[in-house]
């Protein structure tokens, strides 16, 4: 297993820029989510999905958009890309909501937007 | 609301000390789940522990120990005789009943110097 994936590792956008961060899990992992990290924030949850279909907002939804049309994947879409959106972002996976699995993260896409 | 507090932003020990780091969570659920996860300099999230709220057993792994006391809402993690691979960023999480989604510390970095 590859476990849980995001491409690109890192990108630098322009202001107003749109891009799709991608995420993908070979795990047949049901429950998937996205955290973006900043300096001294900790990870902050942006969208997760308990499968495909179904989407949620996390703590910081604003800017960001996700679909979950298969099980493996789980893109993060940045409309319009600002300043404030540079941090790490994670992808994590498990098999079902937080009470009973463990979440595993992926390597994380690093993103820098002039 | 879910929360997580890790009052200690930075600790630095000399290799070989043994040091503690400290997290305590507010939640109204009864059934919950603790998390520790360990951030290295090279980024990525990797899976500690995860206790639920009805085992307040200690658990020890090698030079890893954790604490967990209901009565005091904490769930401290000790490394015994540290070492400088121990040096990184740690986040205590929390999730809670059905698929609410994990909400994390701000976390600790620990520095071990030779």
């Known amino acids: 297993n590859a476990g849980v994936t995001q491409t690109p590792k890192f990108q630098v956008l322009k202001t107003g820029q749109s891009m799709t961060l991608q995420c993908a899990q070979d795990?047949?992992?049901?429950?998937m989510s996205w955290y973006r990290q900043d300096p001294g924030m900790g990870l902050r949850l942006i969208h997760y999905s308990v499968g495909a279909g179904i989407t949620d907002q996390g703590e910081v939804p604003n800017g960001y958009n996700v679909s979950r049309s298969t099980t493996e994947d789980f893109p993060l879409r940045l409309l319009s890309a600002a300043p404030s959106q540079t941090s790490v972002y994670f992808c994590?996976?498990?098999?079902?909501?937080?009470?009973?699995?463990?979440?595993?993260f992926g390597p994380g896409t690093r993103l820098l937007v002039l | 609301a879910q929360k997580v507090t890790q009052a200690q932003t930075e600790i630095s020990v000399v290799e070989k000390e043994d040091v503690t780091l400290d997290c305590v969570y507010e939640t109204r659920d009864t059934t919950y789940y603790l998390f520790w996860y360990k951030q290295p300099p090279s980024g990525e999230l990797v899976f500690l522990i995860r206790?639920?709220?009805?085992?307040?057993q200690n658990e020890i792994s090698g030079r890893y120990s954790w604490n967990f006391q209901k009565s005091t809402s904490s769930f401290n993690f000790t490394i015994t005789a540290s070492q400088v691979v121990d040096s990184a960023v740690y986040f205590c999480a929390l999730s809670g009943r059905g698929n609410t989604p994990l909400v994390f510390g701000k976390g600790t970095r620990l520095s071990v110097i030779a």
């Open positions: 795990m047949n992992h049901e429950y």
């Open positions: 994590a996976s498990s098999y079902s909501g937080g009470l009973l699995e463990t979440q595993y």
């Open positions: 206790r639920n709220s009805f085992d307040e």
